[in-house]
């Protein structure tokens, strides 16, 4: 055995077997106001050897999330770009992962990566007709992100008005829809008409194009008793006024902030800290990270969700791994309704 293994190394090295080749994107420098093209390099790389216990693994799809864009901040110059993607094993010395096992990984902007198996999460099978992408929108980060900051932080009572901002996005769309399942009346606002009409196909009570309404006027004639739950994905004069109109002991689930995400100047505090006590409001940020534990708890219960047709969704998938800036920038213009995705 041991004199064939030594004959392998070696005809292997003589017929220098062609190293894999991948493609990745590269922060060449860090963002300053909108994020532009030139600040990254897609570039070609050579891959590590699959050796014992590890696999090859191809991108399938990737995602693109606003918060690459704050984050990459706290990372240096030169790193690849951040992300979850959904990748295929193609190559596999792990047995844990056998060729053909569909994952989802943070290997970032890479169309291949080789991994030691250590947080790679197989993705169950799917009921038919459920796309395997869902698991970076709806059955993933931003679905278990809707699910932990409506049931744990706002912990609505059927009734109860729940007010969500980036409504018809990855994490608003599964927000207003699990109010729902739980019997609240849903007010969501989204930046066009387009949206607000697949709010209420998703089955809100009152959809808002936030650019043409009064946003202010909207919550007082559509919640006049004041808005018990807020869950708020873009902070700002936004979450301002929303908190202007809490009910007494209103919660706040604190997000996201994607209105200053791309700012220069340093963001205005908002005045809410009296509106937060006379209203005995609660508020509370997260990072849902934080609770990764839960994941298999709230994978089976989204699946079990769209089974039943209750938690529907819309993607809107880039093709190209070389489009991934195009599919990012995406998230700050509004392009996508429901999650963005880009497919390899
Ligand atoms: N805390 C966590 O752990 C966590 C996890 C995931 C996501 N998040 C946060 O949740 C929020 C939503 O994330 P997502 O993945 O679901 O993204 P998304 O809503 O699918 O996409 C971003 C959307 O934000 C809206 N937007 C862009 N610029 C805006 C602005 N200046 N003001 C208001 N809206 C703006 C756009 O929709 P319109 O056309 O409607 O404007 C855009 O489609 C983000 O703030 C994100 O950072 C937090």
């Known amino acids: 055995m041991r004199i064939r293994s030594v004959l392998c190394c070696a005809v292997n090295s003589f017929l220098k077997m062609p190293t894999t080749k991948g493609k990745k994107w590269v922060l060449k ?10 600040d990254m390099d897609l570039v070609e790389f050579d891959l590590p050897a699959v050796t014992d216990g590890t696999v090859l693994l191809e991108a399938v799809y990737l995602s693109v999330d606003p918060y690459m864009r704050p984050y990459t901040a706290r990372f240096p110059v030169g790193i690849t770009m951040i992300g979850e993607q959904i990748a295929r094993v193609i190559e596999s010395k792990n047995d844990k992962f056998p060729v053909g ?30 796309p395997l992408s869902l698991a970076l929108g709806t059955i993933g980060m931003p679905g278990f992100t809707a699910n932990y900051g409506l049931v744990d932080i706002c912990n609505p009572k059927a009734g109860e008005v729940v007010v969500v901002s980036g409504a018809a996005g990855a994490v608003g769309s599964v927000v207003g829809q699990i109010a729902k399942i739980l019997g609240c009346k849903v007010i969501g606002y989204a930046g066009s008409d387009a949206k607000v009409a697949w709010l209420k196909e998703l089955g809100f009570d009152e959809a808002f194009n936030y650019k043409t309404v009064d946003l202010d006027a909207t919550l007082k004639s559509a919640a006049p008793n004041g808005v018990d739950c807020y869950f708020d994905n873009v902070g700002g004069q936004f979450a301002t006024t929303v ?8 919660r706040i ?21 009296g509106t937060i006590v006379f209203k005995e409001l609660k508020m509370q940020g997260f990072i849902i990270s934080t609770y990764a534990n839960r994941w298999p708890e709230w994978m089976k219960q989204h699946i079990g969700w769209v089974k039943e047709g209750k938690l529907k969704y819309s993607e ?26 880009v497919k390899v």
């Open 29 to 38: 420098q860090h963002f300053q106001g909108m994020p532009k093209r030139s």
């Open 101 to 130: 096992t569909n994952v989802c990984t943070r290997a970032g902007w890479v169309t291949h990566s080789v991994s030691d198996g250590e947080g790679l999460i197989k993705i169950p099978p799917y009921p038919a007709g459920v």
């Open 243 to 250: 908190l202007n109109n809490m009910a007494r002991f209103g």
């Open 253 to 273: 689930a604190c997000c996201g902030a994607i209105s200053s995400y791309n700012d220069t100047a340093p963001v205005k505090f908002p005045a809410v800290h």
């Open 316 to 341: 809107h998938v880039t093709d190209g791994f070389e489009n991934m800036f195009d599919a990012f920038m995406g998230l700050f213009t509004g392009a996508n309704t429901g999650k963005a995705v």
